[in-house]
């Protein structure tokens, strides 16, 4: 057949199939049915049914059949599109790959050859070392010989005269023989060459920091002070290590390789910050600040060597903060207080923030306690924080759903509205500016974004009424910590607001401010009990202060460590080291 034939074929028109219409052909489309039927079709099965022209259904179905094929088409295309930037992607890929593991076999390759550079230089001088200490000894050796021969040979001529034992030759030859020994005894004797230790110290091995250290320091004999039995505060603290050479004498070298590892015992990980002092005198001392209590074990080497009495273990207790000294007094001039309630400290500057509550003021402070100013308000302040840029934001329940916020030098900046504050009692800000609300009728702990603008957390954080007084972000392990204050508790939760545990049952009364000291650990005011106490942040109990307050409310800490609390009974602020 050819080309026209089966196009012939194609066009032929279709014939009904339905008995006795075999001669009838499909003319009609009934849109009840959706079937193509013949002239007769449509009289005898179809007469009540929607029936049109075939070739009119078959063009409103082509144009359907071409909106679906376009929308087809145009997927195709897309898809081709992808695979086409798929493939670009791959082969950028393939070609950074390539760039990648080139740079990889040239940065190998330089290894190599810095590291076959660096070998034949050790080994030279490892040589030069060698031959230097084989010269002296060689030197050595010789003059005891020198010596050796000397006597030996004086030795010989006395014992042969004694063995002639001719009177004559004894006599004549006593003095010379007598002056020619006492002179070799009294002479110089020729000293023990003690070649000095040699070691090989891998500092940085990828690095190449290794060297030769050559040094009369001798590892075994080195002393360490301040470290028997030893029992210590939370709080920087120092020893010292004393290098000493094989003579046990105190010996220096600047190439001398000292290192010092602090470990917390039971996690077996670095939990100290170290410094090193040196006197330049082989008098090292060593500083640093465990991070927790428990015991800790502490490490030596000297030059790559472990001491011999090393590891050590030091058993940290918690710290126990001392009153330094107070600040203010009843009243409403500067410098008094008439109900202080939250307190701040600046990161930037220093300065301390008082909310003076009944007075509807903040006041202002340097780190000494010296009063600097203050900023009047409209309403009572129960809440007040630094910002990162060094701005106050202050807490005013009278502005509703309102936060404001000042300069440091107490002008008005502006306004933070947001629609979920109902009755907030307490802010506080992050290290990203987020501000952490407390909501008392709402019962919740609430974060927005610095702007007010964004909801980010919202924590349901008790069960009784006005409960929630305080609520802090911990930033290391993202949980906020919550005062319950009427069940005596502080609630820890996740950042998406799971309970997680809970801190102080049955030694908390009414407590309020929370902070994070320098150590890691959390202050709670347990305004019922009128103390400071101290518990890690997963909850231990480690210490507490003496009963001075009569009612601690909020607390700060000051970049030094310092812990400062406002007694709202007592008008002042504590001051405690």
Same mark, same amino acid.
């Given at each position: 057949m050819q080309v026209d034939d089966v196009d012939e074929l194609i066009r032929r028109p279709v014939m009904c199939s339905v008995q006795y219409h075999q001669d009838q052909p499909l003319e009609y489309y009934c849109k009840d049915c959706y079937v193509c039927t013949c002239i007769k079709c449509s009289v005898v099965s179809h007469n009540r049914h929607t029936m049109v022209d075939m070739q009119k259904a078959a063009d409103e179905q082509k144009v359907q059949i071409v909106e679906t094929l376009k929308k087809v088409k145009e997927e195709v295309a897309i898809f081709e599109k992808k695979m086409k930037y798929q493939t670009e992607l791959m082969n950028k890929n393939k070609a950074q790959i390539s760039a990648a593991r080139e740079k990889m076999n040239e940065t190998v390759d330089d290894c190599i050859r810095l590291l076959t550079d660096h070998k034949a230089m050790m080994n030279a001088k490892f040589d030069e070392i060698n031959q230097a200490h084989q010269k002296a000894h060689t030197t050595h050796l010789e003059n005891f010989q020198l010596t050796v021969t000397q006597l030996e040979s004086s030795l010989q001529q006395g014992e042969n005269i004694l063995e002639r034992n001719i009177n004559a030759e004894?006599?004549?030859?006593?003095?010379?023989?007598? *002056? *020619?020994c006492e002179d070799l005894l009294n002479a110089i004797k020729p000293l023990i060459y003690k070649p000095p230790r040699v070691h090989y110290v891998v500092e940085q091995k990828m690095d190449i920091l290794d060297r030769v250290v050559v040094s009369h320091t001798d590892p075994s004999l080195t002393l360490i002070e301040g470290l028997s039995g030893y029992e210590t505060e939370q709080m920087e603290t120092h020893f010292t290590i004393i290098t000493r050479d094989s003579e046990e004498s105190q010996c220096y070298n600047e190439e001398d390789h000292i290192r010092c590892d602090i470990r917390n015992y039971t996690e077996n990980s670095l939990e100290a910050d170290v410094e090193f002092e040196d006197d330049e005198e082989g008098c090292y001392t060593v500083m640093y600040t %465990?991070?927790? /209590?428990?015991?800790?074990?502490?490490?030596?080497e000297v030059n790559g060597q472990p001491l011999d009495s090393s590891p050590w273990r030091v058993q940290v207790i918690p710290h126990q903060y001392q009153f330094d000294f107070r600040f203010g007094s009843s009243g409403n001039g500067p410098g008094q207080f008439n109900g202080p309630y939250d307190i701040a400290v600046s990161d930037k500057t220093g300065t301390i923030a008082v909310s003076d509550y009944e007075s509807k003021r903040i006041q202002l402070f340097d780190c000494e306690g010296r009063y600097l100013r203050e900023i009047r308000l409209r309403c009572n302040c129960t809440s007040l924080d630094f910002t990162k840029s060094g701005h106050i934001i202050a807490l005013t329940p009278g502005d509703v759903h309102k936060i404001s916020l000042f300069s440091e030098e107490g002008q008005?900046?502006?306004?933070?509205?947001?629609?979920h504050l109902k009755f907030p009692f307490h802010v506080s800000t992050d290290n990203e500016d987020y501000i952490t609300i407390c909501d008392q009728e709402s019962n919740e702990v609430i /974060?927005?974004? %610095?702007?007010?603008?964004?909801?980010v957390t919202r924590i349901t954080a008790s069960e009784h009424e006005q409960s929630v007084t305080y609520a802090i972000y911990h930033e290391d392990t993202d949980r906020f910590f919550v005062s319950d204050s009427n069940a005596d508790l502080v609630n820890v939760f996740d950042e998406d607001g799971n309970f997680l545990y809970?801190?102080?049952r049955g030694r908390l009364l009414h407590p309020v401010g929370l902070a994070f000291d320098k150590f890691n650990n959390l202050i709670v005011c347990d305004t019922g009990n009128q103390r400071l106490k101290v518990f890690t942040i997963d909850g231990d109990f480690l210490s507490e202060t003496e009963q001075c307050?009569?009612? %601690?409310?909020?607390?700060?800490?000051?970049?030094?460590?310092?812990?400062?609390?406002?007694?709202?009974?007592?008008?002042?602020?504590?001051?405690?080291?």
């Open positions: 004894i006599l004549q030859t006593k003095p010379v023989i007598i *002056r *020619r %465990p991070y927790c /209590v428990g015991l800790y074990e502490v490490k030596f008005f900046v502006e306004y933070i509205d947001n629609e /974060v927005i974004t %610095p702007d007010g603008t964004e909801l809970e801190i102080g307050f009569h009612t %601690p409310y909020f607390v700060a800490v000051s970049t030094g460590g310092d812990i400062l609390v406002t007694d709202y009974e007592k008008n002042c602020v504590f001051i405690f080291q």
